[in-house]
């Protein structure tokens, strides 16, 4: 059974940065896609990154120049560092496997402080 549990959301300040991490059981995150999304209060859910099997990243545009997704294998576990966040960065970033995405972790909080 593959979980994926996030973490590393909370308050931050504007111009600040943060690390979420999303720890992946169940499977090796080399033999999927690990993708990065958010769901701002009355919005739709948007990707933000991916990462391939083979450790190839990409970035929707909002995301480009300021976050950047890796991994660490020996933890299972991939990473979104965020940085110069903005107050329309806040929501709940999820990570998921599969492409499209098909099975999702339980989301963490972001909230950007103005």
């Known amino acids: 059974q593959v979980q994926l549990v996030e973490s590393g959301g909370g308050l931050v300040q504007s111009g600040g940065s943060a690390r979420l991490s999303c720890v992946v059981s169940g499977m090796d995150i080399t033999t999927d896609h690990i993708g990065w999304h958010r769901q701002a209060p009355g919005r739709r859910r948007e990707a933000v990154a991916l990462?391939?099997?083979?450790?190839?990243?990409m970035y929707q545009d909002l995301a480009k120049r300021r976050f950047t997704i890796s991994r660490d294998l020996a933890k299972n576990t991939v990473y979104l560092q965020m940085d110069s966040l903005k107050p329309e960065d806040t929501a709940v970033y999820s990570c998921?496997?599969?492409?499209?995405?098909?099975?999702w972790g339980q989301g963490t909080q972001v909230t950007v402080d103005s």
């Open positions: 998921s496997v599969g492409r499209p995405a098909r099975i």
């Open positions: 990462l391939t099997g083979d450790g190839t990243s």
